[in-house]
């Protein structure tokens, strides 16, 4: 029996919930030789009827389909497919299991036992560096789960490589051996934030950030930063980075009022998109207008640039990681499916979600046929739905382009990154040529991190490799937020250069969105809020 035929028996055994008590939110799979797990966050969150007062073990149902995080779960799947089809590793098939996280620490947990413990006959195992599976592991979104599933697997040695989270505290190899990024750590996105102030003398801006391990360190970089650079905080606030935060709302709106008040005209959000998200919508029942200043976080959701009345707000720049090009990629989107011999329950979610019946929808259409579309509002999950809905008889059978245009897939480029990382480290360690792969078949996860981290490979013209700290070192697109219609539309503006430290603006592409731009502070400003 071929050894990729035994894993897949072993996945589906998996699926199937045989040979494991523990819950699982592992919804993709492809059998292969060697086999790469990933923490996705295709789901926003964990809801549980008394999440905040838990008194023993219970299940947690994951809510809010995110089509970005999809999206990029998808992009990791295309290219494990693309290096399958190429021959890079010839005679060497690679396969995947995807988990999902909802971005939740504790659920990361659990699902990376999952991953790690999935050729073991029991649910526990006591020493995972043996010959585990999965012999590396993509993910996770967020700093808050990626630090704690490094914890874990910096115990083993089991290679981790993130592609979106850049908390520096991650830069520490003493206590994440095994975490690797393919994106800068957010020392130099700080660092940038505070050229870009210093280049338009924004010396008085407001900070909000979140309560998580991202959102703290973030804050503390800045403020070092700022302080060396004499760009002053107005003002700070914390917004609870948890979703379902009972104090959540009131918090937005205290600290909209904060925003209000202050004499600031620039401020900084670090903070998830969801958050901004409600913090923006608060900002325009207001009627307030601002600067504001985006981290990677949210520099390039396409949902928050196409809320509604987004182009009352003021100007928006941004810093984003370093975007290119994934071949084939959007005939992908447009043509869903598992493939041969893979399951993937995140497709059948969403082609339901897109193209499936609903009561909701059915409620909906009734009342435009005696009503405007005016009084009758669209829900998140009707805005999903294709005209086409209620009207196939299976909606796992149908595609369109809904996903190439509600997601920027520039911003897959990370995925993409991490995977061929991985491949050309499979390559060195297998001993491939074109031909075969000489190398030894039963890959230890440790040996495999050895190799990551001397890859030095060209992709699209670039070159790319892991620094000292374990973190790519391509710097940042400055983007700009320019008014299309009632939305925005980004636009690179600049780039920040992490080995020269300078931030490259090209001005004259501003179409400013306030009148001659943002009205700089005076001292006066400053006395007056510090009360001096």
């Given at each position: 029996m071929f050894p990729w035929v035994r894993c897949y028996i072993l996945i589906a055994t998996i699926f199937l919930g045989l040979g494991s008590s523990c819950e699982s939110t592992c919804g993709a799979s492809s059998p292969g030789d060697i086999i790469i797990g990933m923490l996705c966050a295709c789901h926003a969150k964990v809801e549980s009827e008394n999440l905040h007062s838990?008194?023993?073990?219970?299940?947690?149902?994951?809510?809010?389909?995110?089509?970005?995080?999809?999206?990029?779960?998808?992009?990791?799947?295309?290219?494990?497919?693309?290096?399958?089809?190429?021959?890079?590793?010839?005679?060497?098939?690679?396969?995947?299991?995807?988990?999902?996280?909802?971005?939740?620490?504790?659920?990361?947990?659990?699902?990376?036992?999952?991953?790690?413990?999935i050729n073991s006959s029991?649910?526990?195992?006591?020493?995972?560096?043996?010959?585990?599976?999965?012999?590396?592991?993509?993910?996770?979104?967020?700093?808050?789960?990626?630090?704690?599933?490094?914890?874990?697997?910096?115990?083993?040695?089991?290679?981790?490589?993130?592609?979106?989270?850049?908390?520096?505290?991650?830069?520490?190899?003493?206590?994440?051996?095994?975490?690797?990024?393919?994106?800068?750590?957010?020392?130099?996105?700080?660092?940038?934030?505070?050229?870009?102030?210093?280049?338009?003398?924004?010396?008085?801006?407001?900070?909000?950030?979140?309560d998580d391990t991202y959102g703290r360190d973030a804050l503390q970089s800045f403020l070092i930063e700022a302080d060396n650079a004499h760009v002053c905080a107005a003002f700070q606030e914390v917004l609870p980075h948890y979703l379902g935060h009972s104090d959540r709302v009131q918090r937005i709106r205290e600290v909209a009022d904060r925003i209000q008040s202050s004499s600031a005209q620039v401020v900084l959000l670090i903070l998830r998109s969801a958050l901004v998200e409600q913090l923006f919508k608060e900002m325009i029942r207001k009627g307030i207008s601002k600067t504001w200043i985006a981290t990677d976080s949210w520099s390039m959701s396409r949902t928050l640039a196409s809320v509604k009345g987004i182009n009352a707000i003021g100007d928006i720049f941004g810093?984003?990681?370093?975007?290119?090009?994934?071949?084939?990629?959007?005939?992908?989107?447009?043509?869903?499916?598992?493939?041969?011999?893979?399951?993937?329950?995140?497709?059948?979610?969403?082609?339901?979600?897109?193209?499936?019946?609903?009561?909701?929808?059915?409620?909906?259409?009734?009342?435009?046929?005696?009503?405007?579309?005016?009084?009758?509002?669209?829900?998140?999950?009707?805005?999903?739905?294709?005209?086409?809905?209620?009207?196939?008889?299976?909606?796992?059978?149908?595609?369109?382009?809904?996903?190439?245009?509600?997601?920027?897939?520039?911003?897959?480029?990370?995925?993409?990154?991490?995977?061929?990382s991985v491949a050309h480290a499979?390559?060195?360690?297998?001993?491939?040529?074109?031909?075969?792969?000489?190398?030894?078949?039963?890959?230890?996860?440790?040996?495999?991190?050895?190799?990551?981290?001397?890859?030095?490979?060209?992709?699209?013209?670039?070159?790319?490799?892991?620094?000292?700290?374990?973190?790519?070192?391509?710097?940042?697109?400055?983007?700009?937020?320019?008014?299309?219609?009632?939305r925005r539309h980004f636009e690179d503006i600049g780039r920040y250069n992490l080995m020269e430290s300078v931030v490259e603006i090209r001005s004259a592409s501003i179409n400013w969105a306030t009148p001659n731009g943002t009205t700089f502070p005076t001292a006066w400003y400053v006395q007056m809020e510090h009360g001096l």
């Amino acid at each position: 029996m071929f050894p990729w035929v035994r894993c897949y028996i072993l996945i589906a055994t998996i699926f199937l919930g045989l040979g494991s008590s523990c819950e699982s939110t592992c919804g993709a799979s492809s059998p292969g030789d060697i086999i790469i797990g990933m923490l996705c966050a295709c789901h926003a969150k964990v809801e549980s009827e008394n999440l905040h007062s838990l008194i023993q073990p219970g299940r947690f149902n994951c809510t809010e389909f995110d089509l970005r995080s999809f999206v990029q779960t998808l992009a990791v799947i295309h290219t494990i497919d693309t290096i399958n089809d190429s021959g890079f590793l010839p005679g060497i098939r690679l396969g995947y299991i995807i988990c999902d996280t909802c971005v939740d620490a504790s659920k990361a947990i659990q699902n990376t036992l999952h991953l790690l413990a999935i050729n073991s006959s029991t649910t526990t195992q006591c020493d995972f560096t043996e010959s585990p599976v999965v012999k590396a592991i993509i993910g996770a979104r967020t700093s808050e789960v990626s630090i704690a599933v490094a914890r874990l697997l910096g115990i083993y040695m089991v290679p981790q490589i993130s592609t979106t989270s850049s908390a520096a505290i991650l830069d520490d190899k003493f206590r994440f051996p095994s975490f690797l990024r393919t994106i800068p750590s957010d020392e130099h996105q700080t660092r940038a934030l505070v050229k870009l102030m210093a280049h338009f003398d924004w010396n008085w801006v407001g900070v909000v950030s979140g309560d998580d391990t991202y959102g703290r360190d973030a804050l503390q970089s800045f403020l070092i930063e700022a302080d060396n650079a004499h760009v002053c905080a107005a003002f700070q606030e914390v917004l609870p980075h948890y979703l379902g935060h009972s104090d959540r709302v009131q918090r937005i709106r205290e600290v909209a009022d904060r925003i209000q008040s202050s004499s600031a005209q620039v401020v900084l959000l670090i903070l998830r998109s969801a958050l901004v998200e409600q913090l923006f919508k608060e900002m325009i029942r207001k009627g307030i207008s601002k600067t504001w200043i985006a981290t990677d976080s949210w520099s390039m959701s396409r949902t928050l640039a196409s809320v509604k009345g987004i182009n009352a707000i003021g100007d928006i720049f941004g810093f984003s990681f370093i975007k290119g090009l994934n071949p084939g990629f959007n005939n992908f989107l447009t043509n869903l499916a598992p493939g041969p011999g893979g399951v993937n329950s995140f497709i059948e979610e969403y082609k339901n979600a897109r193209f499936g019946c609903s009561p909701e929808l059915i409620k909906h259409k009734e009342c435009l046929k005696s009503k405007s579309a005016a009084h009758c509002p669209l829900s998140y999950s009707l805005m999903l739905k294709s005209e086409l809905a209620c009207t196939l008889p299976d909606p796992q059978n149908a595609n369109d382009d809904f996903l190439t245009d509600a997601v920027d897939l520039s911003l897959t480029y990370s995925e993409t990154l991490a995977v061929w990382s991985v491949a050309h480290a499979l390559r060195s360690l297998l001993k491939c040529n074109q031909f075969n792969c000489s190398g030894e078949g039963n890959i230890l996860p440790w040996k495999l991190l050895q190799e990551l981290k001397k890859i030095n490979f060209t992709l699209d013209n670039k070159q790319f490799f892991f620094d000292d700290s374990g973190s790519f070192a391509d710097g940042y697109d400055l983007v700009y937020w320019a008014k299309r219609g009632d939305r925005r539309h980004f636009e690179d503006i600049g780039r920040y250069n992490l080995m020269e430290s300078v931030v490259e603006i090209r001005s004259a592409s501003i179409n400013w969105a306030t009148p001659n731009g943002t009205t700089f502070p005076t001292a006066w400003y400053v006395q007056m809020e510090h009360g001096l």
